[in-house]
């Protein structure tokens, strides 16, 4: 087994075995125990610039309770409270929410409406054996529908897994969200008034798919869209704020024994 | 690919840790996506109330089916887990963390929050899970070899949370 030297943060050592412990290695499956070693290593080295960084600005821990019963222990409160007095991101201005919004306004468009019939043929995720059973049921089906698209329905009651084969496999309309992304995405790429030419694959299984009319959302001004685009910018800000805390702390403390730029 | 699990033994305990790591992020300002558990006693019931928050602002949702004084044990109520499903997905845009309280029998299916956790992983968002023992082998099995343990403690989950930025250190 490779012996591994401890980490020193700011002469601060992080034993070995603290760090394996933190790395739990489990029975099964294989893993890479490197990659497990590296990020155990990540995470104590940054606890340890965390709570040395807050008595270094002289914090006094004021737990609080987070829960009825649930109280914080002193460093968490150390923690919580350096997070609080040092991660602050920038605040949007309105001039620039309004040139993001600019930039497309196309990006920023009521949901489209699909009006659209399936059949459903359904394989979990990984199971590749009934994937490809799936998919032949689908092809057979798909082959019937291209001669006599309009047995549809029939084709829908007879072999959907879906409860949408007792209207036919109608779905009624559909919007963003309603269904799952690869699904929609399928949506998209169908003509209006035509089945699918092949079988879409989702995390159901194969889907044979009708679109029977689409209604593209209107663009939306900006001044509805400007609260998301703000919750949007902030959370980004916020991520780029910590990112670069964490950042700066590294780089002003004396580390040795974990190499940060290791993929 | 950046999935994490804790996994402690005692009723409510992950519950517990990863309430705790949820509440310190936030108040830290850290976007989050993803459920909690709050497990509340009910004086006039000897089972527990399960709710399920789900971050940062969304709905609490009742979990648990109220089966009257004389049921044994608690039974989930599948309809409102997958509607925690949704409201977990529609609020995963931007997110930094996705916290997900359990990796249950749902999960070990492929159902409930699987397609929510490989949507964060798809996006790069951090994903960490509490795990039961029972489920552990499914999960393990679902992550692939890819999922790191995390020590039971919300300091930990905080620091592996935050400590991306060191990388940009080097």
Redesign the interface.
Known sequence: MKIRPPISVNGALISAERIA????H?P?????PG??WR??A??????EL?LQEARRRGLAPAPVE??PG?L??D??AL??QL??AT?A?AEPDEAELRQVYERDPNRHRAPTLYEAAHILFPA???DAQARSAARQRAEAVLAILREEPHRFTEQARQHSACSSRDSGGLLGQVSA?DT??EFEAALETLDEGRIGAEPVET?YGLHVIRLDARARGAVLPFETVAPRLR??Y???A??RA??????????EAELSGI???AA | MKL?YLSVSGRGATD?VL??AV???E?????LAGTVQ?NSERPDRSKCDMDLRVLPDGPVLRISQDLGEEARGCRLDGSVLEEAV?EV??RL????LLVVNKFGKQEA??RGMV?VI??ALDRDMPVVVGVNGLNL?DF??FA???A????PD???I???A?????????
């Open positions: 412990a933190e790395a739990q489990h099964a499956p294989p893993r890479q990659v497990a990020a155990a990540m995470a104590l080295t940054m606890r965390l987070v829960a649930l914080e222990t460093e968490e923690v919580r997070l609080e991660i991101p979990p995720p990984g969200g799952v992304p995390r919750a949007a902030e959370k980004a916020w991520l910590a990112r670069d805390f964490a950042a700066g702390l590294a780089r190499d940060l730029e | 994490a517990a309430e705790k509440a310190l992020l108040a830290g300002g850290m976007p709050t949704m997905m529609h845009d931007g997110a930094a299916l492929g397609s490989a949507e082998p393990l099995e692939g070899g890819l790191e343990r995390l020590a919300p300091l930990a905080a620091a592996w935050l400590s991306d930025g060191l990388a940009d250190a080097a």
